[in-house]
């Protein structure tokens, strides 16, 4: 089945400062990517997705990579306020219409 | 729409005690996913269903746990007997295409 490893577990960054979250997979035959937002005590939250046919998607503030041939995407965070302090979950998707998340990121934005 | 919608919110239970949580999820999703959540182990797929049938219960751990969805509006996670290590936070999501993914609350579960 689809393995996701994500890193760092813990980022710490100053307000304003740029933050990058990244993730790889196993399965060649994935091709769906999204980030969820889980802030604390709450429920994860869909931000940002990203299929296989496209490198790069933005959304104001947040962008998403994806590098197929090596298997990894990333979340890109710019201009970093303290409301973006969260954990962020990758995912990705595998061949029994389920998704496969990583391990989570905590992202603390200091003001 | 309400989103879906999860009880209880809270439950605090003793070991050996039967466990019932609840999840409405949204109209017109046709695929409804129970997840568990904890700090070790992160978000664990638990088992999914579409139009209201099991497809995959291979990440329910133990004989213990079973899930129903006797309509495309109500779906239960039962745990009996529940044991401490089952304390989690356990997550109903729905979804129209079983990709993008609407969560419930969660229910904070406690086995004392």
């Known amino acids: 089945g689809e393995n996701v490893e994500q890193h760092p577990s813990t980022l710490s960054v100053q307000e304003g400062d740029s933050a990058v979250i990244k993730c790889t997979y196993s399965?060649?035959?994935?091709?769906?990517f999204p980030w969820y937002k889980q802030e604390l005590g709450k429920r994860p939250q869909l931000i940002i997705d990203?299929?296989?046919?496209?490198g790069e998607k933005k959304d104001q503030r947040i962008a998403v990579t994806l590098n197929k041939t090596a298997k990894h995407f990333s979340l890109h965070i710019t201009e970093t306020q303290p409301e973006d302090s969260a954990v962020y979950f990758c995912a990705a998707n595998s061949g029994y219409s389920t998704l496969t998340f990583g391990k989570g990121t905590m992202l603390l934005v200091s003001p | 729409d309400a989103g879906v919608i999860q009880s209880p919110r809270h439950e605090v239970t003793e070991m050996g005690q039967e466990v019932t949580l609840r999840c409405k999820p949204i109209?017109?999703?046709?695929?409804l996913f129970w997840y568990r959540q904890t700090m070790m182990r992160g978000l664990e797929l638990l088992i999914y269903f579409n139009n209201n049938v099991p497809i995959d219960d291979s990440g329910m751990p133990e004989d213990r746990f079973s899930a129903k969805m006797p309509n495309a509006s109500f779906s239960t996670l039962k745990i009996q007997p529940s044991e401490p290590r089952d304390s989690a936070v356990y997550f109903c999501a729905s979804s129209f295409d079983s990709e993008k993914l609407f969560f419930g609350s969660g229910t904070q579960l406690s086995v004392l």
């Open positions: 399965d060649s035959a994935s091709n769906y």
């Open positions: 109209s017109g999703h046709d695929y």
């Open positions: 990203i299929r296989s046919n496209v």
